[in-house]
């Protein structure tokens, strides 16, 4: 009877720890910062600059900056419940521009 208690109890804390990871919203581990103290980190004391900045269909602002000196980059976005904040997403140390010849003025609206 202590067997299948146990095993019970082990099946129950198992099925409760899936659907808590299956819930997890991905924006729950990006690291946000205040909008100046952040783009003062990326701009500043990394020197990436904004290659690509776009409104995402789920509403969010996505922002690609990068150094071409280095190669470092990061992906960051602004969600739309708290404009005041950049919340990184990723990052890397190696990155390049891959066309050099795309126009984003060409970019039809």
């Known amino acids: 009877m202590k067997n299948k ?3 019970g109890g082990i099946t129950i804390a198992l099925l409760l720890s899936f659907v808590g990871l299956s819930n997890a ?3 729950s581990s ?4 205040p ?4 783009a003062g980190v990326i701009e ?17 602002v996505t922002i ?8 470092t980059w990061s992906a960051n976005v602004i969600m739309p419940r708290n404009i005041n904040e950049l919340c990184m997403v990723d990052a890397g ?3 390049e521009i891959t066309d050099t010849t795309f126009m984003p003025e060409k970019v039809e609206k």
């Open 35 to 38: 909008l100046s103290l952040a």
């Open 93 to 95: 140390t190696t990155g």
């Open 25 to 27: 919203q991905p924006a």
């Open 64 to 71: 690609i900056h990068l150094n071409e000196d280095t190669g």
């Open 5 to 7: 208690l146990l095993l």
């Open 30 to 33: 990006m690291e946000c910062k």
């Open 44 to 60: 500043g004391l990394h020197k990436e600059r904004i290659i690509f900045r776009g409104v995402s269909s789920r509403g969010h």
